[in-house]
């Protein structure tokens, strides 16, 4: 069964940090362009973060320098760390899957569930 799992959400307050994690299964994360995406209460869902699978990183200008995307190929595990929250971060988490190695082409597919991110200020 194709799926991905994430976790690590939680309440903090402003300046904080959180790490996601998002377990990959059925599929091989290390062979994917995966990304992390965002979804802010009455907002669209937003792109956050992606990784191909040479490693290649993509960072949106709204998260530039506080977060780090991730992955652990041995655990088929996509993470990203977030420092320096603040309450615009608050939102639910998504990590999503291309069926192909390259970040250029395709559609996400494979969403997972979602992870809670909420920051007070």
């Known amino acids: 069964q194709v799926q991905s799992v994430e976790s690590g959400g939680g309440s903090v307050q402003a300046g904080g940090a959180l790490r996601l994690s998002c377990a990959a299964s059925?599929?091989?994360?290390?062979?994917?362009?995966m990304a992390w995406w965002r979804q802010a209460p009455g907002k669209p869902r937003e792109f956050g973060a992606r990784i191909d699978s040479s490693g290649a990183t993509t960072y949106a200008d709204s998260v530039k320098g506080r977060v780090t995307i991730s992955r652990d190929n041995a655990k088929n595990t996509l993470s990203l760390q977030m420092n320096n929250l603040a309450p615009e971060d608050t939102g639910m988490y998504y990590c999503?899957?291309?069926?192909?190695?390259?970040?250029?082409?395709?559609?996400?597919?494979?969403w997972g569930q979602g992870t809670q991110v909420t920051v007070s200020s």
């Open positions: 059925g599929y091989t994360a290390s062979s994917r362009c």
């Open positions: 999503a899957a291309k069926n192909g190695a390259t970040c250029s082409l395709g559609t996400y597919t494979n």
